[in-house]
Nanobody, 124 residues
Framework: QGQLVESGGGTVQAGGSLRLSCTAS????????IAWFRQGPETEREFVAA???????WYGEVAKGRFTIARDNVKSTINLQMNRLKPEDTAVYYC??????????????????WGQGTQVTVSS
């Protein structure tokens, strides 16, 4: 069975940047949709961004204008570049893999494979 591993989390001051990476083992990113979700304290897991196998990208409202999802073919990772971070971006960030679809799903139930998450903390 495949596995996803997130990395790149940490603590940053408000206004700073972080880049998260999602690495796969025993599966490939060439098929399906890879998404980033996040779950803050006492909140439900919410959609952040996704990228399809043809590099189409979708963003949740929390990410528009500040975050960028991209594929790094050299390192075989899916990265989430997060700029102008805010304290409310504090959360555990997860990458997930779902099946290819004409419309990118934004609900957790559409994604079958999840990583363990990486903590992002933004201080004010």
């Amino acid at each position: 069975q495949g596995q996803l591993v997130e990395s790149g989390g940490g603590t940053v001051q408000a206004g700073g940047s972080l880049r998260l990476s999602c690495t796969a083992s025993r599966i490939t990113f060439s098929e399906g949709i890879i998404a980033w979700f996040r779950q803050g304290p006492e909140t439900e897991r919410e959609f952040v961004a996704a990228i399809t196998s043809t590099d189409g990208t979708w963003y949740g409202e929390v990410a528009k204008g500040r975050f960028t999802i991209a594929r790094d073919n050299v390192k075989s990772t899916i990265n989430l570049q997060m700029n102008r971070l805010k304290p409310e971006d504090t959360a555990v960030y997860y990458c997930a893999r779902g099946l290819s679809s004409d419309r990118v799903p934004t609900t957790t139930g559409a994604y079958a494979l999840w990583g363990q998450g990486t903590q992002v903390t933004v201080s004010s």
